[in-house]
């Protein structure tokens, strides 16, 4: 179970970084019925929240112009 959870995740935390897909949309396709179950889980793993580990970890649209 603790294997299934940490790819549930981590495949969150990609597609929080990857792409502009809400986060309840996110929780389900991850398999959480429950944003705030999935908030949870995530805090767990990644000792915040998906909102905040999404914009710590996004980079900006000005990073790589030169």
Not at 34 to 50: D, L, Q
Request: avoid cysteine; hydrophobic fraction near 40%; charged fraction near 25%.
């Amino acid at each position: 179970m603790t294997y299934l959870t940490r790819l549930r995740m981590h495949l969150a935390a990609r597609a929080l970084v990857t792409s502009a897909v809400k986060m309840p949309t996110i929780a389900e396709q991850v398999g959480y019925e429950s944003e705030a179950a999935f908030n949870r889980a995530f805090s767990r793993e990644f000792g915040m929240s998906p909102a905040r580990y999404r914009s710590m970890n996004r980079s900006s649209p000005e990073e790589g112009r030169g």
